[in-house]
């Protein structure tokens, strides 16, 4: 079930990354459609998504040559650097600066390809898309002591609101203000974090109008989100003001409490692209780690793996985990598997994706008599 969910995410997700142009009404249909599938499947998801092509860049470049080649391709690791720490910030580190010249060397393979940004009106580009090693860039990471924001992430639902002289305050949605959705998608896209999309059906709309968003009143907002399973959210105000400059604030609600803040940009698109930027970078430092060079063990039991499948689906799922760096099983008895796990961070940090995942059930220390520190219970669901 979760891969069937993930597939309409995802659509949904690349949906949001079109261009506004001449096909505009057959895309917001688009749009509209994979948003009422989302709705037909709130009630089984869970509120992380595993992210991929962290590893992967797309960067605009004038021609083919050698030069402009070699500048894209240390763009692209500055952009897959931000993607996998979590932090808009990393290039400010001049060592990561400088460990761009060794980029073409972290390659594993590129290509043009046609470019047209959002919202665009001028004829598609050509860009370089370049994918890079995990393992050398995770090195370098490592090397550096970066943050690792792990692809297992979690979804950031995001209502916003747009005040024009024109229309007075509305949603932006597929209905209304598409290319500034468009451009709300592009931002999260670029950042490798998951968006959720408020449907913005009569059920919200009864709970919810403009003015609650734009007052930020949390209560308000808070309720609906529970409709959402999510515990990440933001609300957003934007405006023109008369010289031309943009002009907003958000409001971001994540499990460790409320964030202000507020900004300006010449345009859209640098305004919604700064307040997800300082939005992700929250989100993204409340789960990230940094590794350790002597990792911690923790013992953790799975119930009903009953089979080899199961088995295998198991090990695979936490061998996949950033923070899991050796697995060893160490016991099988009945339909319970005992596993010790090496752990990079923070042992919370992993306690809190396994229980994000709908796959898998914590049990309580009355299912677990005996269970010594370090030491938990969960109960497999399967896929």
């Known amino acids: 079930m979760k891969r069937r969910n993930l597939a309409v995410r995802e659509c949904v997700y690349l949906s949001l990354a079109v261009t506004i142009g001449p ?36 960067v605009p470049v004038a021609d083919q040559g050698e030069a402009e080649r070699a500048r894209a391709i240390r763009s692209g690791l500055g952009q897959v650097l931000v993607k996998v720490t979590g932090n808009s910030q990393v290039l400010s580190n001049p060592e990561i600066v400088q460990s761009l010249s060794r980029a073409e060397s972290m390659i594993t393979e590129y290509g043009y390809v046609s470019y047209n940004p959002a919202n ?25 002591k970066l943050q690792i924001w792990p692809s297992d992430r979690p979804e950031l639902l995001v209502w916003m609101v747009v005040d024009t002289l024109e229309q007075g305050r509305q949603f932006i949605s597929v209905d209304e203000q598409p290319e500034l959705l468009s451009l709300l998608g592009s931002a999260m896209k670029v950042r490798a974090a998951p968006l959720m999309v408020p449907l913005l059906d009569l059920a919200d709309r009864s709970q919810l109008t403009e003015e609650d968003v734009w007052n930020f009143s949390a209560g308000q907002l808070a309720d609906v989100a529970q409709r959402y399973k999510t515990d990440n959210w933001m609300a957003v105000r934007l405006y023109q003001s008369s010289n031309g400059q943009w002009r ?52 953790l039991n799975v119930d009903q793996v009953t089979n080899f499948q199961s088995f295998s689906d198991v090990t695979g799922y936490l061998e996949s985990l950033e923070l899991v760096s050796k697995l060893i099983v160490d016991s099988v008895e009945g339909d319970r598997l005992g596993l010790r796990l090496d752990v990079e961070g923070d042992f919370s940090l992993l306690l809190d994706t396994l229980r994000r995942d709908s796959r898998l059930v914590e049990q309580t220390t009355a299912d677990f008599p005996g269970a010594g520190p370090n030491e938990y219970l969960f109960r497999w669901h399967g896929r």
């Open 23 to 58: 096909m505009k009404q057959t895309r917001q249909l688009i749009l509209s459609f994979f948003l009422v599938a989302l709705n037909l499947m709130f009630s089984s998801m869970a509120s992380a998504v595993q992210m991929t092509e962290l590893y992967q860049a797309q």
């Open 120 to 144: 665009s009106q001028d004829q598609p580009g050509l860009a370089l898309n370049i994918h890079y090693a995990q393992a050398a860039v995770d090195r370098l990471a490592r090397s550096q």
């Open 248 to 299: 907003g604030a958000r409001l971001l609600k994540t499990p460790d409490g409320e964030d202000l803040s507020s900004g300006v940009a010449d345009s859209a698109a640098q305004l919604i692209n700064q307040l997800v930027d300082e939005a992700v970078d929250r989100i993204a430092g409340r789960y990230a780690f940094i590794p350790q060079t002597n990792a911690q063990q923790l013992t």
